[in-house]
């Protein structure tokens, strides 16, 4: 039974740290104010593009919450170079319908996850055995175990993100639809490589941070435990 519970401990730990990085996305993604203008303003992005700030934020808006699947559509009017126009043409659209289906996907991975997490902490408390101990002990140990691995991914990808960038396209796309012309297409001087460098280093540090203070939380039980013992 012990061994049981420590397995299903470690697999909560694993889901726990699936869902703070998906939530990672999301709040760096969809929940900080002003990331994006900060960006664009960074970037020259409203002079690449010949928009002021507020169209360009507007359409970001759009984006964003098509990717979250609250617009059907991303046909899109802005003014462009002073001039009405679609945002997206149809090959961007097509590109951000499969970002939409990675999105969408790990929204339900996050869910498929918290189901699993609650299932094996029901099964693991129903077992016979000294769950209230091994939980925070196996949570330490999974989440160490992940965090590590996702380290070590971190450190390789940061030696050549432009490399490991368009190896990451690859892996999730299947189709060209995601190489980007400057000159026809306006979604790649939005998003260009040094926004999705710094969107993933914030990522990475809210995520980091989360992780800690799961960790550190469950490292204070594991030490009260045993001074409970002696």
């Keep these: 039974m012990k061994i049981i519970q420590y397995i299903l401990g470690i697999l909560t730990a694993f889901c726990l740290m699936i869902i703070l990085l998906i939530t990672s996305v999301e709040a760096v993604t969809y929940w900080t104010p002003g990331f994006y203008e900060k960006e664009y303003a960074k970037y020259g992005v409203t002079e690449d593009v010949h928009m002021e700030m507020d169209d360009l934020l507007d359409v970001t808006h759009e984006m964003m919450s098509f990717l979250r699947g609250n617009r059907e559509d991303l046909h899109v009017m802005t003014v462009v170079n002073g001039q009405p126009r679609e945002f997206f043409n149809e090959r961007?659209?097509?590109?951000?319908?499969?970002?939409?289906?990675?999105?969408?996907?790990?929204?339900?991975?996050?869910?498929?996850?918290?189901?699993?997490?609650?299932?094996?902490?029901?099964?693991?408390?129903?077992?016979?055995?000294?769950?209230?101990?091994?939980?925070?002990?196996?949570?330490?140990?999974?989440?160490?175990?992940?965090?590590?691995?996702?380290?070590?991914?971190?450190?390789?990808?940061s030696t050549d993100f432009s490399k490991y960038f368009i190896v990451f396209h690859h892996i999730f796309f299947n189709n060209d639809l995601w190489i980007l012309d400057p000159a026809t297409d306006l979604l790649i001087n939005i998003v260009p490589e040094p926004f999705f460098m710094d969107t993933a280093a914030r990522i990475g540090i809210t995520y980091g941070i989360s992780v800690i203070v799961l960790f550190l939380a469950c490292l204070y039980f594991v030490l009260r435990g045993k001074n409970k013992k002696h």
């Design 92 to 157: 961007e659209i097509a590109h951000m319908e499969d970002v939409k289906g990675l999105f969408i996907g790990a929204l339900l991975l996050r869910r498929i996850c918290l189901l699993t997490a609650a299932v094996s902490l029901v099964i693991m408390f129903l077992l016979k055995g000294r769950a209230k101990s091994i939980l925070p002990k196996t949570l330490c140990i999974g989440t160490g175990l992940f965090f590590a691995v996702l380290l070590v991914l971190a450190g390789i990808i």
